[in-house]
């Protein structure tokens, strides 16, 4: 009984999804902005075959590359996550609280949290099915303008790095879900979403700047360990946010030269060899980011799951 | 005499902060019955209604439905019980058929079944012609009959209807009675519902609580309710004798148990603490006056209302 009252409401919520206005606008804005970054990028890519040393992993430079007026693939995904997210469970719970039917859905024989899981899950799937089929869609389009076929390591980090991005954007679902539990109004909740948005993504940072500063003032006379201790501060504190988590992890998976994320001393670098790496290790470095991801993601569903199941439903 | 006890709860109270929503019910209501929980607004019937659905938890006190316990067995009471919520609503813009379908499926029901109660159960909500339109167009009168097809989808032993009749006019009102009114009588169905309009829903209660401020104030069937409400007042007679001269008082006045009397208009009021009517009468009569008015005032209905109900929205 409980199960198949999660099947059912999964798939009412994905034919709610699909059939919404709401879903087309946002696969059109993620659709148009990706479409148009591989285009530009692939462009560059074309001017600079054969020039430099860039005749190397062409294929992930699609996503990561910029031609300088419209930013990369990567960037677009990281700076849109949030709005997919927020557009698809600001009002998952409120709504139908406000139209009346959660009330009426709590009466039947169903479990509590069959709810929010049906919801997410049914959330996840469109956000699955969006980033794979956009994902393979600006790929084969970039193979057709650059003429250049991915390698297997390559096929690997974009798998990879679509995986990311759907669990980057189920963090931003969980949290919209969460608020719209906690919020009793749907533009309350939107809002909530929005600020935390706009705090992780540009006051966070600029708050830790502040502080690390505080802490270990830069100037003429600091020591080398007050300005480590100044950048390490930073780059944990900024950590914190999600989207710095992305970033990192995306920056990693598709640019092998990356080789660590923290501070390397001239030493350590010593008899290193200046070569990408396999996708493994590339996968190593960025583990801690991917499971705090996936860590993210359940916070924001136990939460949302301690409120739900106590919350007093009232028409 | 239905007396086979199906909803049954004990100290029941709910607390929010410091202020005391319910406050140690003990309710009971029989099978097949009627029962109106009746109260003005914020007396504490829907929070009543939510605790006996499992929808919020008691502070104190349990709740037990057709032998289960409304806290830790919710989803076995939820497979009997129907609950249409005050201001239902529906997904606007699916039909009236797919609501109820989807209803259907929650309640794990095979699609065969489902499909032939939707049409029955649309049928006898009067809403067949609309079946195939979105319940976006319903108005609020048909959304409230698809509320009553909605919790019949899972052929509930108990329907509890929270303000089945507001908003509704007269016309719909009067359908929606008959139509639970049915639900119980042909069906054999217990239903409770809850209103503060208690002048509508008095007329097919079998058995009414009247709740004020989270208390059950009294309980019993709508004739003998006003006694008990009033039962530690002084009871007010209003007489109308010819001729009315001071002989006619004094002999009034030597009834036992007489309070107080005084003349208004000409009009005698009389208080006591017993009923005197019989004796009044009698008297009277003997006597060789002529009543031509008598009326007992604060025992009626209405006076429960105009005390509890009125001036409280």
């Given at each position: ?55 190397t992993f062409v294929f992930l430079r699609?996503f990561t ?85 991915p390698t297997v390591d390559e096929l690997f980090r974009i798998f990879t790095y679509l995986v990311l ?84 992890t995306t920056i990693t998976l598709l640019n092998p030269g990356v080789r660590s ?14 070569s990408a790496l396999p996708f493994l290790q590339s996968l190593m470095i960025i583990w801690?980011h991917f ?25 | ?313």
């Open positions: 009984m409980n199960k198949s009252g999660l099947w059912i409401l999964y798939k009412k919520e994905l034919a709610d999804h699909l059939h919404s206005k709401r879903f087309f606008i946002v696969l059109f804005i993620i659709a148009i902005t990706g479409f148009s970054s591989i285009f530009a990028a692939g462009k560059g890519i074309v001017e600079a075959i054969g020039k430099q040393e860039s005749d699609l590359a910029s031609d300088g007026s419209i930013p990369s693939f990567i960037s677009f995904m990281s700076f849109l996550g949030p709005f997919v997210g927020l557009a698809l469970g600001f009002d998952s719970i409120n709504g139908e609280r406000n139209r009346g039917t959660l009330s009426r859905l709590m009466a039947q024989p169903i479990a509590r949290d069959s709810i929010i899981n049906g919801k997410f899950l049914a959330g996840v799937t469109i956000i699955a099915l969006m980033v794979f089929v956009l994902g393979v869609a600006i790929g084969a389009l970039g193979i057709i303008m650059t003429g250049v076929p991005t759907i669990f980057y954007m189920s963090f931003w679902l969980a949290l919209s879900q969460l608020f719209s539990i906690l919020f009793k109004q749907t533009a309350t909740s939107a809002l909530a979403v929005i600020a935390v948005w706009l705090f992780l993504a540009i006051f966070l940072g600029l708050l830790i700047n502040v502080l690390a500063d505080f802490l270990y003032p830069l100037n003429s006379t600091s020591t080398l360990d007050i300005a480590l201790k100044n950048s390490k501060m930073k780059l944990y504190l900024n950590r914190i946010s999600p989207t710095t988590l992305y970033d990192e994320l923290g501070f390397v001393s001239q030493e350590q670098l010593i008899g290193a060899i200046p801690p499971v705090s991801l996936i860590a993210i993601n359940m916070i924001c569903f136990t939460i949302s799951y301690i409120y739900f199941m106590k919350q007093e439903i009232r028409a | 005499m239905m007396d086979k006890v199906i909803i049954k709860t004990t100290g029941l109270t709910k607390k929010y902060g410091d202020f005391t929503a319910v406050d140690n019910l003990n309710l009971e209501i029989y099978e097949g019955e009627i029962f109106g929980l009746l109260g003005p607004n914020g007396a504490g019937k829907t929070t009543t209604l939510l605790m006996l659905l499992g929808l919020t938890e008691p502070t104190e006190g349990t709740a037990e439905v057709a032998g289960c316990d409304a806290t830790k067995e919710t989803l076995r009471v939820k497979r009997i019980v129907g609950y249409l919520p005050d201001n239902v609503g529906f997904y606007e813009d699916m039909t009236g058929r797919e609501n109820l379908r989807f209803t259907g499926q929650l309640n794990g029901l095979e699609p065969d079944i489902i499909e032939e109660r939707i049409e029955k159960l649309l049928e006898r909500v009067k809403l067949s012609d609309v079946r195939d339109k979105k319940v976006g167009t319903y108005s609020r009168g048909m959304k409230q009959r698809l509320g009553i097809a909605d919790t019949l989808m899972k052929d509930p032993k108990i329907i509890i209807l929270d303000e089945p009749t507001l908003g509704l006019d007269p016309e719909g009102v009067r359908e929606m009675l008959d139509l639970i009114t049915e639900l119980s009588k042909k069906d054999n169905r217990t239903i409770i519902i809850s209103s503060h309009l208690l002048h509508q829903i008095q007329k097919i209660c079998d058995r009414v609580g009247i709740f004020v401020k989270g208390n059950l104030l009294a309980i019993g069937p709508i004739e003998t309710l006003g006694e008990k409400v009033f039962e530690n007042e002084p009871i007010t007679l209003e007489i109308e004798v010819l001729p009315l001269d001071g002989k006619v008082i004094e002999m009034i006045n030597s009834i036992n148990g007489i309070s107080d009397i005084k003349t208004i208009e000409g009009k005698v009021i009389i208080q006591s603490h017993v009923e005197i009517r019989k004796e009044l009468v009698k008297l009277l009569s003997q006597n060789d006056y002529e009543i031509r008015y008598l009326k007992q005032r604060g025992r009626e209905l209405d006076d429960i209302y105009s005390r509890y109900f009125a001036g409280k929205e």
